[in-house]
């Protein structure tokens, strides 16, 4: 899933107040997940953002909603007769969710409310891990199910590095050495001579380094 | 002999090689990079200008060791996979050559977050092995990534670094083999403090068939103070100071500090010279380079070969 974190309040009136009306949309997927942006969370978003503009005697149209998926246009339409009676939407979708609302309503301004981090899973109740950048060419089967590009933080594909210590990365105690988990699951699988040969550069022209990337499948279009 | 490298002719002589490391200035100020590297004409067999070491922003490795190159020092290129994308250091390899250095030792570097630009994309295109492969091929197949033919293939005499002393402990030495099977000619290791386990990953690479096919220069850091080995002890990734070397220098008087320091710097290259394998030592005093004579005197290591 993706997993995004909400933004201050302070950042998200900077933006917002010259609007004299605003429809605060949440999705109740990833971001749901995260408890970053479902529908929990719009209706608090929604209650901060009346409160701070009351501190300052100000008092704009705040309504709500919350899409099943803010990515899909299907789910999307589900607001079409809110849109019009507001000057702008405050997005709690991810970075995709924002952008497919302003694809569908080309004349509102779409605010993001989050700052989206990355893919990952959810750990353990409140705690999220990235584990996936999207690189296009997945080779976990060669690693233990432990991914180098995204687990170590200098995407060593013949790693580990100088800097780890006690299973935890240098750039921070925090961080697990993800050439550690490699290798210790490796271990445990009987499967370490998979780390014996040398590993060529990665062809990162799969990834965003080839630019935005699409998908196109024509079994699947209408 | 694969190079015109000096370095290359005093390990294949069979020589005892000693090098040393030069920090350049954070800035474009020559005078400071003249007066460290005084200190070391003649007295070392290379010197090794690191590049952006802890991700601080400082002199280009290639033209501090340009300038190198013209007092007379054989230079050993740093380079780090962090800052620069294959293209940037394929080029960069291309210019070094052509600016006359032989030697260049490959890097993945300390992560950007270390540094004075810690907003900064941490690159990370390539990896120190890849990097390894990158410039063997370069000068044994005369091509670049992907096997594109050039014209004028750098010759450089290759180097790795290893961590004996990091996790996975018995990882090491395999790592060591894949540097080896990538291509690597020497290997500078970490700042050896704990020599028992210095000697263990030693043997280990000796057991291996490593040490007749890559030449080990053991890293040799002179103590300054207490103060700076417990920073170093607890502060600096990768390092290993045992305990009874924190109480040693933290046992004498502070302005007598220093000189402990040397002095266990120099008994450290005696030990480390009776390992078998040890084909040298790079000696990294750092921000102390005019301590190099004093300690290579001291070690019996100041007369050095003609080759």
Redesign the interface.
């Given at each position: 899933m993706i997993v995004a974190e909400r933004k201050s309040i302070a950042e998200i009136r900077s933006l917002v107040d010259r609007y004299a009306s605003i429809l605060v949309v949440g999705c109740d997927s990833c971001v749901a997940e995260c408890a970053a942006g479902g529908h929990r969370e719009t209706q608090l978003l929604a209650a901060a953002l009346k409160l701070s503009f009351h501190k300052d005697g100000k008092s704009p149209i705040i309504s709500e909603a919350c899409l099943d998926r803010q990515c899909v246009d299907d789910f999307i339409e589900g607001i079409a007769h809110q849109v019009p009676e507001h000057e702008a939407i405050l997005s709690l979708g991810c970075g995709a969710g924002v952008q497919a609302l302003a694809r569908v309503y080309t004349t509102t301004p779409i605010i993001p409310a989050l700052d989206t981090l990355f893919i990952g899973e959810t750990e353990m109740r409140g705690v999220w891990q990235e584990n996936c950048l999207g690189c296009g060419q997945c080779k976990l089967g060669y690693f233990g199910a432990v991914c180098p590009v995204t687990r170590c933080?200098?995407?060593?594909?013949?790693?580990?590095?100088?800097?780890?210590?006690?299973?935890r990365c240098?750039?921070?105690p925090e961080i697990r050495?993800g050439w550690?988990m490699i290798?210790?699951r490796l271990t445990s699988l009987g499967e370490l001579d998979r780390?014996?040969e040398?590993?060529?550069?990665?062809d990162?022209s799969r990834s965003h380094s080839g630019g935005p990337r699409r998908v196109v499948r024509e079994d699947q279009k209408p | 002999m694969n190079t015109e490298s000096k370095l290359e002719k005093v390990l294949a002589a069979g020589h005892f090689a000693v090098t040393a490391e030069c920090g350049p200035p954070k800035g474009s100020d020559v005078s400071v990079l003249e007066r460290k590297a005084a200190h070391l004409v003649g007295r070392v067999d290379a010197v090794n200008v690191t590049d952006n070491q802890t991700a601080i922003v400082r002199m280009s490795s290639i033209a501090a060791c340009s300038i190198l190159k013209g007092m007379g020092i054989e230079p050993v290129v740093q380079m780090v996979t962090?800052d620069r994308n294959?293209i940037a250091l394929q080029s960069d390899l291309f210019g070094a050559y052509a600016l006359g250095l032989r030697n260049v030792l490959c890097l993945?570097?300390?992560?950007h977050?270390?540094g004075n630009q810690k907003a900064a994309v941490?690159v990370?295109?390539?990896?120190?092995?890849?990097l390894v492969?990158?410039v063997r091929d370069m000068r044994d197949k005369g091509t670049i990534?992907d096997g594109e033919a050039i014209q004028g293939a750098p010759k450089m005499f290759i180097g790795a670094?290893?961590?004996p002393f990091?996790?996975?402990v018995a990882?090491r030495v395999?790592?060591l083999a894949?540097k080896v099977?990538?291509g690597v000619d020497f290997i500078q290791t970490?700042c050896v403090f704990n020599v028992d386990r210095f000697e263990e990953f030693m043997l280990q690479a000796h057991n291996a068939g490593l040490t007749d096919k890559v030449s080990v220069l053991a890293g040799v850091t002179p103590l300054k103070s207490a103060a700076m080995a417990r920073y170093m002890a607890t502060k600096v990734?990768?390092m290993d100071i045992p305990e009874e070397l924190l109480k040693r220098i933290s046992g004498v008087p502070k302005e007598k500090q220093a000189q402990e320091g040397i002095t266990i710097a120099v008994e450290t290259i005696q030990r480390v010279r009776k390992i078998p394998g040890v084909a040298g030592i790079h000696l990294m005093a750092i921000e102390w380079e005019e301590k190099v004579p004093e300690i290579l005197e001291s070690a019996g290591l100041a007369q050095r070969p003609q080759v």
């Open positions: 933080s200098k995407k060593l594909m013949n790693g580990p590095c100088g800097g780890s210590k006690d299973g240098e750039v921070n050495c550690q290798i210790d780390l014996a040398y590993v060529p550069p990665v990162w | 962090r294959r993945t570097g300390d992560h977050s270390f941490g990370f295109d390539l990896d120190s092995i890849q492969r990158t990534i670094a290893e961590n990091a996790d996975p990882w395999t790592r894949k099977a990538a970490q990734a990768g």
